[in-house]
């Protein structure tokens, strides 16, 4: 197993969802997550893959971390409006 770090791992979950390979993308995502739990930009980019990939109660999971650990991210508040919406 490599030594990656959250910061590589979310690096290559972003090419990977690039490349239009979302699922690639969530698994980078959650082996970051699992180094670093308190990243909001991790939670946000596992809520945004997971969006897409049609996973709306996840989606909501992680957009609200984001609000926990860094409650002025607008976009978090304004995307958990959007899964919401979408949830019904």
Same mark, same amino acid.
């Given at each position: ?33 699992? &180094?670093? @739990?308190?990243?909001?930009?991790? *939670?946000?980019? !596992?809520? +945004?893959?997971?969006?897409? $990939? #049609? ?13 926990? &650990?860094? @409650?002025?991210?607008?976009?978090? *508040?304004?995307? !958990?409006? +959007?899964?919401?919406?979408? $949830? #019904?």
């Amino acid at each position: 197993m490599s030594a990656e770090t959250p910061e590589a791992l979310m690096r290559q979950a972003r090419q990977a969802l690039a490349q239009g390979d979302p699922r690639q993308a969530k698994s980078y995502y959650l082996q970051a997550l699992a &180094l670093a @739990p308190d990243s909001p930009d991790c *939670h946000y980019g !596992l809520a +945004a893959t997971n969006f897409l $990939l #049609g996973d709306l109660e996840g989606a909501a999971y992680h957009f609200k971390e984001v609000i926990r &650990l860094d @409650p002025t991210r607008a976009a978090a *508040h304004v995307n !958990l409006g +959007a899964v919401y919406n979408r $949830l #019904g």
